[in-house]
């Protein structure tokens, strides 16, 4: 019975991954005018592994990716963790408040960049923001210039996926006993002393899975990123994802492509795998 199963998930991932392991083994590209079943005949081994070690262009892609982590996961978590300490409470207009922040993360990625492109225009509404404010005449080019453009494309993210980091934690929060945070309460504790010691320890687990969530999600990231500034200006803003992309579709290095993936692959695997254990000891 579970036969049509297995053989449904051996196509959808063990193929796949195996044609992706046969192909990062040689040098194999579609220019050759041969198909990938005759890649054998350009065997070069692990050269392609070689030549990721030494390419700088993906070192950087990487270093900007794990940027964009440490910035953004950070960012979202604690506004995500101070939004659901708030709507653990009752108020009035809850529902309300609660239906417009999950509306970031329900415009489609590509939406949201092309918005995101027109706010942080020199003429846009960004600038015209911080010109009420400062009583200048702002024009930065944000999305021109390679010290900012990473920074916009990170607000973007930030303001898409907060709702997410939100929810996960909101429903951790949710589920913490309320009797014990009664007892706490009639004991003399603080709202500190009570989220120290009865909420945080409840919602670990939770805060793991969606500390992995967003850190896996990040390192796809591309529909806005790519259409705020396609990896420019330059590759200031070129993160793993865009650089796979370019590569692929652009330079045609498909075994080298398969090189990458699988190196990716395996760090993302090691990454879940870490956080599972995380959550086992808990």
Known sequence: MALPTQLLLVFIVVFP?????????????????????????????????????????????????????????PAQFLLGLGLAILFVENFPGKRVFYSVLLTPMMVV?????????????????INGILSDLTGLNVTTAWLSDPSLAL???MIADIWQWTPLMFLILLAGLIGVPEDQLKAATLLGASWWQRFRTIMLPRIRT???????????????????????????????????????????????????????????????SVVTAFGLKLMDRR
């Not at 220019?31 to 993906?58: C, I, K, P």
């Not at 500390?211 to 896996?216: A, D, G, M, Q, S």
């Open 17 to 73: 991954l195996l044609m992706q392991l046969y192909i990062s083994l040689t040098a194999w590209t579609p220019l050759y005018g041969q198909n990938w079943t005759q890649a054998w005949q350009s065997w070069n081994w692990f050269e392609n592994y070689a030549e990721v070690m030494q390419d700088g262009r993906f070192w950087s892609a990487l270093w900007r990716t794990f940027l964009v982590i440490i910035v953004c996961v």
């Open 206 to 268: 939770v805060i793991v899975i969606a500390l992995v969530i967003r850190t896996v999600e990040i390192f796809k990231i591309f529909d806005n990123l790519y259409i705020m500034t396609g990896g420019g200006p330059g590759v200031s803003t070129e993160t793993i994802s865009v650089y796979i992309y370019k590569v692929t579709l652009q330079n045609l290095e498909w075994s080298y492509v398969a090189t990458v993936a699988l190196i990716i692959l395996v760090s993302l």
């Open 151 to 153: 920074a916009a494309v």
């Open 109 to 125: 990625p590509a939406v949201a960049g092309y918005m995101f492109f027109m706010l942080f225009q020199s003429g846009g509404p």
